[in-house]
Nanobody
């Protein structure tokens, strides 16, 4: 089964930038039923939420949480089996553990936390004011 490995987290000051990467460790035949890849985050004491996603088998359409639109960009490099999240103009409220996932949307809602997914181990993003 494919494994997802995240990297790129760290600590930055407000207004700074980070780029997260999520690499699939092996070729997968899950694309037929897990056609999305996305980034989810979970802050201490809060529920996990969807941040950004890309429809990998649907022409690369992207989806964003309202609060990150214009600041975050999700992209993919199919040749490298890698998805990226470029995060600019970071805010303290972006502080969270960020997880990448390969998944099928729950109930057709792309950024809802899915029931059926392959998850990475997470990478910490900390933004100080």
């Amino acid at each position: 089964q494919v494994q997802l490995v995240e990297s790129g987290g760290g600590s930055v000051q407000a207004g700074g930038s980070l780029r997260l990467s999520c690499t699939a460790s092996a070729y997968t035949d899950t694309d037929n039923y897990m056609g999305f890849m996305g980034w989810f985050r979970q802050a201490p004491g809060k529920e996990r939420e969807g941040v950004a996603a890309i429809y990998t088998t649907g022409g690369g359409t992207t989806y964003y949480l309202d609060s990150v639109k214009g600041r975050f960009t999700v992209s993919q490099d199919s040749a490298k089996n890698t998805m990226y999240l470029q995060m600019n103009s970071l805010k303290p409220e972006d502080t969270a553990m960020y997880y990448c996932a390969k998944y099928r949307p729950r109930g057709g809602v792309v950024l809802a936390v899915p029931d059926f997914a392959i998850w990475g181990q997470g990478t910490q993003v900390t933004v100080s004011s």
